[in-house]
């Protein structure tokens, strides 16, 4: 019982290490930005660009996570079907 406690203590904080080291480079890619898309979209005039722009980023964005969550949800519903047979 004492190695299983150690064990799960060591993975614990090799878990904690890579989130860590993930969260470091997501935060240094948040400020990168295209410099075509900054030139194309600086000043006043150009609002409705932005938010076109802005919704096909966000577009692009939720379709991966979409993805992700069913196949979850796929892995998830075939292993109840299988711990239930």
Do not use: H, W
């Not at 203590?9 to 993930?22: E, H, V, Y």
């Amino acid at each position: 019982m004492l190695i299983k406690y150690k064990n799960q203590k060591s993975n614990s904080k090799f878990q904690t290490l890579i989130f860590g080291i993930c969260f470091f480079f997501i935060g240094i890619s948040i400020n990168a930005q295209c410099a075509m898309c900054r030139a194309a979209l600086s000043g006043d005039s150009n609002t409705k660009k932005a938010e076109a722009v802005n919704d096909g980023i966000v577009y692009l964005m939720v379709i991966p996570y979409l993805l992700v969550v069913i196949i979850g949800y796929l892995i998830y519903r075939m292993y109840k079907k299988k711990k239930a047979v």
